[in-house]
DNA sequence: TCAACATATGTTTATTTGTTCATATTATAA
DNA sequence: TTATAATATGAACAAATAAACATATGTTGA
């Protein structure tokens, strides 16, 4: 009856409260996701998946401008998805993390289906 | 030498474009990490990580307006990462697939380090 | 020190996108 | 069939953001 649905459906909701991560947890959530959510970056990780790179390498192999890669390699970097080293005149991106492969792949594996 | 580095360096940009994923394939992958770039719509889905839920009841649980909700649904299961169920006026959504979750989870992992 | 090369960064602009508000659609019960 | 509840949708607006352009910074070799 009546009362019963009401009580289950608020021990539902109360529930999925309180598995819910923290807003914050989840706002940091959102923010990686975003870093692969954009067409060039993704390029330019893809590109990265097992070598490193250097910034003009990543934008004459893609096709991009250098301010354009640039731009997005410290968007990245600031995201810890990307580290990077210096040699000489030029510097050297690479993935960050082994995570950032699993995700992308896991993703891939997702969209091939 | 000079002569060496060059082809060496030409061999590795070669295996980066042989390695590289197409370009609508990237494409995709960058549309589908778009819809986990978004605060909103990752709590809508981690609500959902167990239970399937309505409009109003996800509305209520996050504090978010009927239309916000139901827009971003709207653009979830367009990208097939929810699917819907209608009962009597309620429309039930849960998500789509259990890659949605090894994202969210794998993505969380990620975060939470 | 100066020229060149590689990368970084500031600014502007155009586009994308999430929210709100108003209204339409769909379904149920009286 | 009419009122009400639940959801969907269209339009306007504001905020976020990626690209382009110009310029600055850093590095090496002559």
Known sequence: MEKEYQETREELIKSVLDRQPADEAL??????????????????LYAMF???????DIAGVLHLSQSSVSHQLRILKTSKLVKS?????????SLDDEHVRLILSMGMEHVEE
């Open 50 to 56: 097992d070598t490193e790179l250097c910034v003009n």
């Open 27 to 44: 706002y940091n959530l959102a923010e990686l996701f975003k870093m692969f959510g954009d067409s060039t970056r993704i390029k330019i």
């Open 85 to 93: 080293r210096r040699e000489g005149k030029s510097v050297y991106y």
